[in-house]
């Protein structure tokens, strides 16, 4: 092509056996199969409360990418040694449990200066709807709107933070936290 872009190409692979009681929403992700290509999908966002602020243009990819980096930290440094709990039956033939691993405790590390930065209030709104899951109605515990939206710039603002800390966007300022945040 003289002087023009190339454009690349999206496949439409998206599956057409789609549950009916299911929430689904088309993204483009890389291809798997062509390298520097694009496949359409639908992604179900029926338990993914990130997926479908997302999916509605209620978040922007930087803030996206950075609560999927959070929850990536956490099943990460999830894993792995747990405290015994006296509480529960030994039983025989139990294993030995896994030393933690470099990428654990690095994950361990960045999830307690994810919490002093964002402090208690943004934490908490990021720890129920990431970690459990929960709608904004769901956290809100009610359908006013000045309350939902109240919840929601929350939890954006909280996603912004994430999104620097992640290295996903640059300075900015949330009104909600100790300080601004620049990295």
Known sequence: MHGA???????DR?????????????????DPYEDGEKVSVERQTRGDPLGRLHSHHQIDDAQYHAGRAYQADRERADRGARAIDPTKEAVDGGKLPEPLTDSQINARKRL??????????????????????????????????????YHGRL?????????????????TVCRYSKSPVSR
């Open 112 to 149: 307690v200066e994810v919490e002093e930065m964002l402090g208690r209030r943004l934490h908490g709104v990021v720890e129920a709807v990431l970690i459990q899951g929960q709608t904004m109605e769901e956290l809100s515990g009610s359908n006013a709107q000045q309350v939902l939206r």
């Open 155 to 171: 939890f954006r603002d909280a996603l912004d933070e994430l999104a620097v800390f992640y290295g996903l966007a640059t300075n």
């Open 5 to 11: 872009i190339a454009m690349k190409k999206v496949h």
């Open 14 to 30: 998206r599956s057409v056996d789609l549950l009916a009681a299911g929430q689904y929403a088309t993204m483009e992700v890389d």
